[in-house]
């Protein structure tokens, strides 16, 4: 972001102790400085005089609840800084964990730990005067300094590398495959450039902002983290080595920032502001068939039946744009779908769940129910001068809900409610970045066209999917709800999963999913996928192949491709491609406890499902390098085959020791591996002294599948330890596992001397719920050979 005319703000006045932190004034404006916990704190500037109280809907708690009940201690003073250019006075707020220093002339901000090590530092300009904030015609931008060799992780939905040094990145929700949409991050780049390329691995920006990002010391390895909670589009530039640039183009400077010096503490602090992902139907688990195509009623059905025959695993089925008659949401094409209902129920007594696809494009068509109540009830977006605003997306001239407001999202979600009705098991949304074809989306304004449409524009798919989960909850309030968004804001996981939007059939999109995946998953966002096998072109037998054996490890595992390309069934390539895939598939049926259990504790902590080795393993230099593996839970690690013809790969192991799950053998971690890759399986490794809880069998679908036992693997540690593991049993559909009703199972490992014997004792806790069957356990050791 071109900064050079902005104007600097570089003295304080005024400061004075509030119940919360400070309050201070700068250049006019004001300067909050407030405690949120220990090790978290708020800075706030205002614009005009007036702090912007809820800039966005991504933090959904008052974060100085605690504080300003007094249960947050923590001291001011103020006293003579060590700033070795000015010497100048300076204010501090202390709190056990951190330190806020504010440097009153020049203005400065800087973060440390009680430790005295830096979580943030002001960075001063080429001038040699401090960069802390800066403003012009409501954009914003602000600096800080960077270690030479700091990593930087985060941002939610990114291309390129996971460790986001070296890159700058924008924050606008963008629908990546289009050509207008997609113009403006393209134009002026050099030709070799892969951003000039839409469907490069490296093109930015992607579909969901996510503004929070974890700053790594090198060589301390220690990390903090920030959260910047503006909507606007926004701009971090990591290319340099010694700082870092935020700027938005709008909104006010509201920062969160995170003492660390773990990711793990850092996220869960990040995942207690914007809130966490609920426990997702167990169904959604499951194996998603998905393709767009223009199926009829009979070939949904046939194509449920055919899996069942083949022995397929498969817990839903998709159902793209064609469901709907003229692409008009909410409706039913009834000559291909003459009987939903039937067909629901007939698919559901299978154990096949079904997914409908739900766009926010309201097709702009006079005489059609929801487009004519919609405008009744003005809850369509207009522009400035009062028109409905009209965009081009699949139905032609199309209006939007203006999810701005509540009326339009509580309108949405009556909507939801009735069309899930029929028997649906979940909704699909898409197209919410919002995409609006070749028409540009600025025109669209919010809260009857009174606000602009950058303040919405990035956080239109999370209000969508606030209307539709409180649509869904209002009509079904036993059920958990299943929503899969491509679009989205910080804050996203409290209603949807997201998919990885548009990729392509090829290798260097299958191993954009493990980065990309470990990206949002640091980001607060733990049930993510991407489309297996790949949307656009056609994919082929080995691709299609490994990339349903990485699908089947991630946290959402759902083949999907685009309309008018090769089949991509799983009997797609034939038998011997259909046999292993299926094999792939039925790992991941038999793992659905650990699985699951790993998604409970997403719910509990932000914890992601699918982790950068960097989440557990920050101080191994090695471990945040690698860029092609990931941990499935906290104890599985998964490197997958990202290369046509590979027999073999190298793969890093973390510190401790970790089995092969394929050959049982034990390798010592804190270094490389080489792994052979025949067809019949990708690389996984068990953690030593974790407890993999696996169902004996892999059903059909996890409908009413209650098992009488389950298979508690252990992987014995090799040298002295304790290790525990937890297991949540509960029925899986219903939120009543929330007040109780589950089985917690607590598997301590013990290793007191490296060849004694290891101690296993289970703890199982809890109400229970009716389907349950379990009668026991069946322990599993592995043991080095
Ligand atoms: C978008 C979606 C894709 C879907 C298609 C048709 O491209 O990202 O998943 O199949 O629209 O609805």
Redesign the pocket.
């Known amino acids: 972001m071109q900064t050079d005319h902005f104007v600097r703000f570089e003295s304080v006045t005024d400061v004075e102790r509030t119940d919360t932190g400070l309050l201070a004034r700068v250049h006019g404006e004001r300067l909050r400085i407030d405690v949120c916990r220990a090790d978290v704190v708020r800075v706030q500037l205002s614009r005009g005089g007036v702090f912007d109280e809820q800039p966005t809907f991504a933090v959904c708690v008052d974060p100085l609840q605690a504080t300003r009940a007094g249960d947050v201690p923590f001291r001011v003073d103020t006293g003579t800084g060590t700033d070795s250019k000015t010497g100048g006075r300076q204010w501090r707020v202390v709190t056990d964990e951190l330190e806020v220093r504010l440097g009153v002339a020049p203005f400065r901000v800087d973060v440390l730990r009680t430790d005295g090590s830096v979580v943030l530092q002001s960075v001063l300009g080429d001038d040699g005067r401090y960069e802390t904030y800066r403003t012009l015609n409501d954009s914003w931008s602000t600096r800080r300094s960077r270690g030479r060799g700091d990593g930087v992780f985060g941002l939610g939905e990114k291309g390129g590398a996971f460790d986001r040094a070296g890159s700058d990145f924008t924050m606008w929700n963008t629908d990546v495959?289009n050509g207008p949409a997609t113009e403006q991050f393209r134009a002026g780049l050099a030709a070799d450039d892969p951003r000039a390329d839409m469907t490069s691995t490296e093109f930015d920006p992607y579909y969901v902002t996510i503004p929070f990002f974890y700053h790594q010391s090198n060589p301390s390895g220690a990390m903090s983290g920030s959260f910047v909670d503006n909507c606007h589009r926004g701009h971090y530039d990591f290319s340099r080595s010694d700082e870092i640039r935020i700027g938005f183009e709008g909104g006010q400077w509201t920062e969160y920032v995170f003492a660390g010096p773990d990711m793990p503490g850092i996220l869960e602090a990040y995942t207690w502001l914007t809130g966490r992902a609920g426990l997702p139907p167990l169904w959604a688990l499951g194996y998603h068939q998905c393709r767009?195509h223009a199926y009829t009623q009979d070939e949904v059905e046939q194509l449920g039946a055919r899996h069942r025959e083949a022995g397929f695993p498969v817990d839903a089925l998709w159902l793209?744009?064609d469901y709907m008659d003229g692409y008009r949401v909410f409706t039913w094409d009834e000559q291909r779908f003459p009987d939903p209902a039937g067909m629901l129920e007939r698919l559901d007594a299978q154990g096949l769940k079904v997914i409908s696809?739900v766009?926010p494009g309201v097709k702009h068509d006079p005489g059609y129910a929801v487009y004519d109540d919609g405008l009744e009830r003005d809850v369509f977006c207009r522009t400035e001068g009062g028109d409905v605003y009209i965009g081009q997306v699949?139905p032609g001239d199309t209006v939007f809900p203006d999810f701005a407001t509540a009326e339009a999202r509580s309108w949405w979600g009556e909507l939801n409610a009735r069309h899930v009705e029929s028997g649906l098991a979940g909704i699909w949304n898409?197209?919410n970045e919002p995409a609006t074809g070749v028409i540009p989306p600025e025109r669209m304004r919010f809260d009857h066209g009174r606000v602009s449409h950058e303040r919405f524009h990035n956080q239109y798919a999370l209000l969508m999917a606030m209307g539709t989960v409180e649509g869904l909850q209002a009509a079904r309030p036993d059920l958990r709800t299943f929503v899969l968004s491509?679009s989205g804001f910080a804050g996203i996981q409290r209603y949807a999963a997201n998919w990885m939007?548009?990729n392509q059939a090829r290798w260097d999109h299958l191993a954009l999913a493990v980065t990309m995946g470990s990206g949002l998953g640091v980001s607060g966002q733990p049930f993510v996928g991407a489309?297996i096998g790949g949307?656009q072109g056609d994919s082929n037998a080995e691709l299609f192949l490994r990339w349903m054996q990485l699908g089947a490890l991630t946290p959402f595992c759902r083949n999907?491709s685009?309309?008018d390309k090769v089949e991509q069934y799983a009997w797609a390539f034939g038998t011997r491609v259909f046999d292993l895939a299926r094999e792939a598939v039925q790992l991941r049926y038999r793992l659905m406890p650990y699985l699951y259990s790993a998604f409970v504790r997403a719910s509990e902590t932000g914890e992601p499902v699918q982790r950068p080795l960097a989440f557990d393993h920050q101080y191994d230099p090695a471990a945040v390098a690698v860029d092609d593996q990931f941990l499935l839970g906290r104890d599985l690690l998964v490197a997958p085959v990202t290369r046509p013809g590979e027999t073999a790969r190298q793969v890093y192991l973390p510190e401790g020791h970790w089995y092969d799950w394929h050959t049982g053998e034990v390798h010592e971690g804190g270094r490389y591996v080489i792994a052979p890759t025949p067809m019949e399986r990708i690389p996984l490794f068990a953690r030593a002294g974790a407890v993999v809880p696996m169902w004996p069998t892999a059903p059909a679908s996890t409908a009413g599948y209650h098992p009488e036992t389950i298979e508690l693997h252990v992987f014995e540690p090799v040298v002295p330890g304790r290790h525990e593991s937890v297991l949540v049993e509960d029925d899986g559909l219903t939120v009543a596992s929330a007040t109780g009703a589950r089985l917690t199972t607590t598997v301590t490992v013990t290793c007191v001397d490296g060849a004694a014997e290891v101690g296993v004792d289970v703890v199982t806790t809890g109400d229970g719920y009716a389907e349950h069957r379990r009668h026991g356990f069946d322990v599993v050791r592995h043991r080095p050979a």
């Open positions: 495959l767009w793209d744009i696809i766009d699949w898409d197209m491509r939007g548009d489309d949307f999907h685009e309309t």
